[in-house]
């Protein structure tokens, strides 16, 4: 299964997750069949996220303590983990999440 979001990979500055993020109020989600189209308002870039699954991961950020706890809660199998951290560090790097307050 791919997870990834289409942004770059590359070094994950500053991602952390073991605390917690969210959305950045800047960016919006337009769920798709596919996963999510991301639009971000201040920079005016369009992104996918490419899975439903990771669209799910997102959003539940905004509800749990940290990164890890998101992907339990959203049924994420633990051997996909590291997979997911990379795509969410990706989005990090990107402004599409960040860490909450």
Do not use: W
Request: charge should be neutral; glycine fraction near 8%.
């Amino acid at each position: 299964m791919a997870c990834a979001a289409s942004t770059e990979s590359g070094a994950a500055t500053g991602f952390d997750p073991g605390r917690p993020h969210r959305l950045s109020p800047g960016v919006s989600l337009r769920p798709e069949r596919f996963g999510a189209l991301v639009y971000d308002f201040t920079t005016r870039r369009l992104s996918f996220l490419k899975t439903t699954e990771l669209v799910a991961v997102v959003r539940e950020l905004e509800n749990q303590p940290d990164v890890h706890s998101a992907l339990t809660e959203t049924g994420v199998p633990a051997e996909q983990h590291p997979r997911y951290l990379e795509a969410l560090a990706g989005l990090h790097d990107k402004g599409t999440i960040r860490l909450r307050d």
